[in-house]
């Protein structure tokens, strides 16, 4: 299994919802990560685990809460967004977090609508 | 800090002519330059890279050069065709506490028109 796979593809969600998106690669990747891409804008990080540690966190509101429970899953935990939260959340992994340079492989993404 | 400008932000070509996008970074400890393609509504796709010990390298169609001493390296694709139409990232490697982070440019959207 060579992708990284993202569920759901679409997420509409009012701003006192409270929902997830998942994130789940085969690869034996053991760093991992969440980009934040908004309309023709290039990705934007936002979290980077490294070997199931939380090891980048790029200033993000505590609205986005991250959770990496196993070296194949990667969560994030949505809670009272705003509507300037809609963007296309991408999910990417690689094979170690700290090294010469690693490919990052990006899943679909989820698409996600704040109302 | 942490940058990556891109040039230009967009590029129209004729269908087999070639197209050249070039990206500077500001650390020059980085090491490691992926580009990536993305097509409207898909996932960036990676399509090339290159790591400081090289300074250029090919793969069919497209090409990258870098020049570490100018903190700078470029894509090439030539015989463009319109599947090639599409939105074009450049990143370039850096590291932040112990962990690895691509920074990525703001892109340049590519039209090869037949």
């Known amino acids: 299994d060579t992708e990284v796979t993202q569920t759901p593809k679409h997420l509409v969600m009012g701003m006192t919802n409270k929902k997830s998106l998942k994130c789940e690669q085969h690869?034996?990747?053991?760093?991992m990560y969440w980009y934040k891409q908004k309309a023709k804008k290039p990705p934007e990080l936002m979290f980077v685990?490294?070997?199931?540690?939380?090891?980048i966190n790029e200033s993000v509101p505590s609205r986005f809460s991250p959770e990496c429970p196993n070296s194949s899953l990667l969560n994030l935990h949505l809670h009272a967004l705003q509507p300037e939260d809609s963007a296309l959340y991408l999910c990417a992994s690689s094979r170690r977090g700290a090294s010469g340079g690693e490919t990052q492989y990006f899943g679909p993404g989820t698409r996600l609508l704040v109302l | 800090g942490e940058n990556v400008e891109q040039h230009p932000s967009t590029l129209s070509v004729q269908e087999g002519d070639s197209a050249v996008i070039k990206c500077t970074y500001s650390?020059?400890?980085?090491?490691?330059f992926p580009w990536y393609k993305q097509e409207l509504g898909k996932r960036p796709q990676l399509i090339i890279d290159i790591r400081s010990n090289v300074g250029e390298k090919k793969d069919q169609r497209i090409a990258v050069t870098l020049n570490k001493t100018a903190k700078h390296f470029s894509l090439h694709i030539t015989e463009t065709q319109p599947e090639d139409s599409a939105v074009y990232f450049c990143?370039?490697?850096?590291?932040?506490?112990?962990?690895?982070?691509?920074?990525f440019g703001k892109g340049t959207k590519l039209t090869v028109n037949p």
């Open positions: 690869m034996g990747h053991r760093a």
């Open positions: 650390d020059s400890a980085s090491n490691y």
């Open positions: 990143a370039a490697r850096f590291l932040q506490g112990g962990s690895e982070k691509l920074v």
């Open positions: 685990y490294s070997y199931e540690k939380l090891s």
